[in-house]
């Protein structure tokens, strides 16, 4: 049975840093891509970044380019978002997704396993 499990949020301030995880079970990571996606009330889920399976290509959102960061350590069977310089907007439920890769159209697409979230808040 997989599982995909969230941690590393919290309450933080803006230009704060958070480090989330996204640790599986009852399945091997290394051959999925993943991803983070995030969700709040005002937004559509929005995915934030994804990662093949080796960790070789990587998709950063715009609206999180250059202070989000997805690594994976598959040795683990984790993957992980580093976020810096955090903002009001980014608050929201993050998820993590075990998905698959289209290399041809170089799309993200996402499966069926989702993890329970883990609540990011930022204060202004």
């Known amino acids: 049975q997989v599982q995909l499990v969230e941690s590393g949020g919290g309450l933080v301030q803006t230009g704060g840093s958070l480090r989330l995880s996204c640790a599986a079970s009852?399945?091997?990571?290394?051959?999925?891509?993943m991803a983070w996606f995030r969700q709040s009330p005002e937004k559509k889920r929005e995915r934030v970044a994804h990662i093949t399976s080796t960790g070789a290509l990587t998709y950063h959102a715009d609206s999180v380019k250059g202070r989000f960061t997805i690594s994976r350590d598959n040795a683990k069977n984790t993957v992980y978002l580093q976020m810096n310089n955090l903002r009001p907007e980014d608050t929201a439920v993050y998820y993590c997704?075990?998905?698959?890769?289209?290399?041809?159209?170089?799309?993200?697409?996402?499966?069926?396993?989702w993890g329970q979230g883990t609540q990011v808040t930022v204060s202004s």
């Open positions: 009852g399945v091997t990571l290394s051959t999925y891509p």
């Open positions: 997704n075990l998905g698959s890769y289209n290399y041809v159209y170089d799309t993200y697409q996402p499966g069926d396993y």
